[in-house]
């Protein structure tokens, strides 16, 4: 029987920043459905799930970094919990905080825990066939595994490195270098990327198999990698796309206990109009207008920083008769300005600032819109989870959502709005084409019913995730 080990810094429930914890939060589930046994290790948090969810210590020992030591334990989430066996590095004074990243010593706390993980793969009977690492903060223990003294017995298992975004590498300088296991020195190129030590761009030099998590981010990647384009062009006969799913078990509208009420494709009128009305009495919106919704993080990668002025041309320039609601965090002087406009077109625009797991899944389910102005968007989840909820995505023409969606105006297959271009006029170009679709109430409907028929569920991803692993199996 194939084991793999996921290696990550999120996992959904357990602890989730953006779609890296969807990710791992599925696709380990799926692949335990195909006969497979699929593993997660990640860091501890202090989260609600950690607190509330009973942990059996199995290991517990100490780890150096350069002369410092730390205690750690690994607890493990039972199977029947999530569906997969998940460990948890609890490594006092490191691991044991609430937030995910954002400390001066993220540099610390991620070797730390890849040291762990290390020596706990190094004292597990039954090895992995497969080290399966995601993102930067992972991106140092295939290194480990290929030279580090210490680990040569875990050197011949295949890893495999998802990049889920590249613009974040976790990079720090050489100094440093004492925190690592033993190795020989002439391997310190693998570690370096302009002078520093990279580890996105360690982990794409040494692991077997790179996947990106759609097949246009791939290519992106090679143009526009923040730096490690001509890596990544180089690395290019290792590397594949495999799109993202999404789980039909925790995203579906006929069962999802967070809608105001629940849906099908058979009663989508009067489930989606109940979501909408209570959006609609929340923010002061008139439900008989279309609702154009945006749900994310506020950073130059979604496009968030042109929504204030998206939202003042949609009403003034383009004068258009819509709601806009907006649902996100991050950025301050984005947050200002929309807190700002608000007072002036209040009735026609309103958002909810930080973050809402229940709001959002009404949103998908009420609203009739979504709004991706993205410039980066390696996959992205938002776009199938509004497939799956009946609403209709406007989506820039970036990474997975080249995948995924497919304008409207492209005959019958069509079902998506795109902008061509990521500027504010484009994007209120498509929240125009977008209010013209809603007024052609039979158009709209169907379009309706034909996006939550889509499947992308991960079935098929997982499938496959489990080709490639036999692969290199196989090599």
């Known amino acids: ?142 290194f480990f595994i290929s030279y580090a003294y210490k680990y040569k017995a875990l050197k011949n298992i295949p890893t495999v490195l998802t990049i889920h975004n590249a613009q974040y590498q976790g990079e720090f300088s050489f100094d440093k270098l004492n925190y690592f296991p033993e190795y020989d020195l002439q391997h310190s190129g693998m570690l370096e990327w302009d002078y520093r030590i990279n580890p996105l761009a360690t982990a794409i030099k040494c692991v077997w198999k790179i996947t990106t998590v759609s097949p246009s981010y791939l290519i992106e990647l090679q143009k526009k990698a923040n730096g490690l384009e001509s890596l990544l062009q180089n690395e290019q006969p290792k590397s594949i796309g495999i799109l993202n799913g999404v789980d039909p078990e925790v995203w579906n509208p006929k069962t999802d206990p967070l809608l105001i009420k629940n849906f099908s494709i058979q009663n989508v009128v009067s489930g989606r109009k109940a979501n909408k009305e209570w959006i609609c009495n929340e923010f002061g919106f008139d439900p008989n207008l279309p609702l154009v919704a945006f749900i994310g993080r506020f950073v130059y ?121 990521i500027s504010v006029h484009e994007i209120c170009f498509g929240i125009q084409r977008a209010a013209d679709v809603y007024n052609n109430k039979s158009f709209y409907s169907s379009k309706r019913k034909q996006i939550m028929k889509i499947d992308n569920s991960w079935d098929r991803s997982a499938e496959q995730y489990i080709n490639m692993y036999h692969s290199l199996k196989n090599n």
């Open 1 to 142: 029987m194939t084991k793999i080990i996921h290696v990550s810094a999120e996992c959904y429930p357990i602890a989730k920043v953006g779609g890296l914890a969807d990710v791992v939060g599925a696709l380990p589930k799926y692949q335990e459905r195909s006969g497979i046994t699929s593993q997660v290790i990640m860091p501890f948090y202090a989260k609600d799930f950690t607190k509330s969810t009973p942990l059996n210590c199995i290991l517990n020992s100490t780890i150096y970094l350069a002369e410092t030591a730390f205690d750690y334990e690994i607890l493990e989430v039972p199977k029947k919990q999530l569906g997969f066996t998940v460990f948890l590095v609890k490594i006092q004074n490191l691991t044991d905080r609430e937030e995910v990243y954002g400390y001066l010593d993220d540099t610390e706390r991620f070797t730390a825990f890849q040291k762990v993980v290390a020596n706990f793969l190094l004292l597990m009977e039954h090895k992995p066939d497969v080290i399966h690492c995601h993102d930067h903060h992972t991106g140092l223990l295939p």
């Open 301 to 421: 990668e979604k496009g968030s920083d042109l929504l204030p002025d998206v939202i003042t041309q949609t009403f003034e320039k383009f004068n258009l008769n819509v709601n806009i609601l907006i649902l996100g965090s991050g950025d301050l002087e984005t947050t200002s300005k929309l807190e700002e406009i608000q007072k002036k077109y209040d009735k026609k625009y309103n958002h909810h600032i930080g973050y809402n797991e229940k709001l959002s899944h009404i949103i998908y389910a009420g609203a009739d819109f979504l709004l991706m102005p993205s410039r980066v968007e390696p996959c992205g989840l938002n776009q199938m989870y509004a497939l799956r909820y009946g609403m209709i995505p406007i989506v820039s023409q970036v990474g997975g959502l080249i995948d995924t969606i497919t304008d409207i105006d492209n005959g019958e297959e069509g079902f998506g709005i795109t902008v061509k271009k």
